[in-house]
C-alpha cells in the first residue's frame, strides 16, 4: 500500500474475526517500526506491551471493560510513559550523540556540538522533566512568568504539562504503529476506556508508569458492518494564515 492507501484502509475495528490469525512477529515488527516515531527530545519515555498470553489478555479484556474492540482482538499493545526514565533517557541520547559527532562531525565543529548536547540532556532536560509533588513544577512556572516579558519562553512546564508531552509523544508512536499494521493488512482499534489502575496490575507494572493507550490487533469481521467513515469538513478545520 502507498500511504494514502494506508490512512484508508485504517480504520477503528472493533469486532475482529477470530477466524484469522495474525502473525505475532509481524506485530513485533511493525512496533519496531513505530520506533522511528518522533518523540520530544527524542527523550523517548515510552514503552509497549505485546500482550499474547491468554491469562493476561483475560484480565485486559476485563479492565477494557469487556469491550468487544478488546474481546476479539488475537492480541493487544499497551503503550505506557515512563516520566521516571528521565536520567536513563538523557544518558542514552548524550551517549549516541558523542558517538555520532566523534564519527560524522567536522572536527574543527565537534567540540561546539559536544559542548551544545552536553549542557542540553545533563541541564536542561532535567530541569524541564524533574518532579518532586509538583513543586519543581510550580517553580519552572514562575520562572517563566517572570521571564516572558523579556523574550519567549516555554509556559507548558508544570508537571502536568510533562505528562502531556509525554503522552503526545507516546501517541506518535502508537499511530506509527497503527499505520505499520494498515501496511500489511492487519487492523487495529484504539483504546482509552480502560481501568489504569487494573491494567497495571495485569503487567506489574509501578505506580509512577501511566497507561497512554492500549491498541488491539486482529483482522476485521467483515460480517461487521463499518458504514462510512465521519469526518468534519475539511473546511471547518483546515485555517490558512
Not at 504503529?177 to 503487567?203: H, N, Q
Request: charged share 25%; glycine share 4%.
Amino acid at each position: 500500500m502507498d500511504l494514502k492507501e494506508m490512512l484508508a484502509h485504517r480504520r477503528a475495528i472493533r469486532v475482529y474475526d477470530k477466524t484469522k490469525h495474525i502473525d505475532t512477529e509481524r506485530v513485533a515488527d511493525c512496533l519496531r517500526l513505530a520506533q522511528l516515531a518522533p518523540t520530544s527530545s527524542n527523550m523517548q519515555m515510552w514503552e509497549c506491551y505485546h500482550v499474547t498470553d491468554a491469562k493476561t489478555l483475560e484480565a485486559l479484556h476485563r479492565a477494557c471493560f469487556q469491550q468487544t474492540a478488546a474481546t476479539t482482538a488475537q492480541e493487544l499493545v499497551v503503550f505506557v510513559v515512563r516520566p521516571n526514565y528521565v536520567k536513563r533517557r538523557a544518558t542514552a541520547n548524550l551517549t549516541f550523540q558523542e558517538r555520532n559527532i566523534r564519527e560524522h562531525f567536522p572536527k574543527e565543529k565537534q567540540e561546539k556540538y559536544l559542548k551544545r548536547w552536553s549542557m542540553y540532556y545533563k541541564k536542561a532536560i532535567p530541569f524541564l522533566y524533574g518532579r518532586f509533588f509538583g513543586l519543581f513544577g510550580l517553580l519552572r512556572k514562575g520562572l517563566m512568568q517572570l521571564l516572558t516579558p523579556f523574550r519567549p519562553m516555554l509556559h507548558q512546564t508544570s508537571e502536568a504539562d510533562g505528562n502531556v508531552i509525554l503522552h503526545k509523544s507516546c501517541a506518535l508512536v502508537a499511530e506509527t504503529f497503527m499505520l505499520a499494521m494498515s501496511e500489511i493488512g492487519y487492523d487495529t482499534c484504539p483504546l482509552e476506556g480502560f481501568d489504569s489502575w487494573r491494567v497495571k496490575r495485569a503487567l506489574h507494572l509501578p505506580y509512577s508508569a501511566q497507561i497512554s493507550l492500549i491498541v488491539s490487533c486482529g483482522v476485521r469481521n467483515e460480517a461487521a458492518e463499518l458504514g462510512e467513515r465521519f469526518r468534519i469538513p475539511f473546511e471547518e478545520q483546515y485555517i490558512r494564515i
